[in-house]
């Protein structure tokens, strides 16, 4: 079930913090319980129909590739999660929360998933700031780095100090 940053460490994402984030809670509250339930259900779909890509056998995705204008979904129900999600946010407000919806149903699946975060060289005009676009992929040989120990930590500098 983990969905591990690869650009942080590797650090595991936690499903409840983004549960629990600005986004979702804000969506949550705004948005009525069956409307807020049918989003779930279509990122949960998107996420299950998702199939190698043809040149190898990796499961990758980006929220683009899912809900963008060429994605392969059911287009009502892309056109509805749109929709709905743009009576609660707009702008990069919008954007970031169906990266964070995306980002959160991940977190949840039983396949191990990792997530990299990449700098598209554009700036944003509200924010100043640059734009990231994560891709994800499954990865079930993937292991959890070991968080080193002070023993271990003691044969790492004996090693490297001999």
């Known amino acids: 079930m983990p969905l591990y940053d690869v650009t942080n460490k590797d650090k595991m994402v936690d499903p409840k913090t983004l549960e629990d984030s600005e986004y979702i809670k804000t ?20 996420l299950d129909n998702l199939k190698p890509t043809q040149s190898t056998a990796l499961v990758w995705t980006k929220a ?14 892309i056109n509805h999660l749109w929709e709905k999600s743009n009576e609660v946010f707009d702008g990069v ?7 964070t919806l995306l980002m959160w149903r991940i977190s949840l ?31 079930e ?21 001999k």
Do not use: S
Request: include cysteine; charged fraction near 30%; charge should be positive.
């Open 93 to 99: 407000e919008l954007l970031k929360f169906i990266g």
């Open 64 to 77: 683009g590739a899912l809900f963008g204008h060429k994605c392969t979904g059911p287009v009502n129900d």
């Open 27 to 46: 969506a949550t509250k705004k948005m009525a319980k069956v409307t807020f339930a049918k989003l779930i259900r279509t990122a949960d779909t998107a």
């Open 109 to 139: 699946r039983d396949e191990t998933w990792l997530l990299y975060r990449f700098n598209t060289g554009e700036v944003d005009p509200v924010t100043g700031k640059e734009i990231k676009i994560n891709q994800y992929w499954i990865d």
């Open 141 to 161: 040989n993937y292991e959890e780095p070991k968080e080193l120990g002070v023993d271990d930590l003691i044969k790492k500098f004996n090693k490297h100090g």
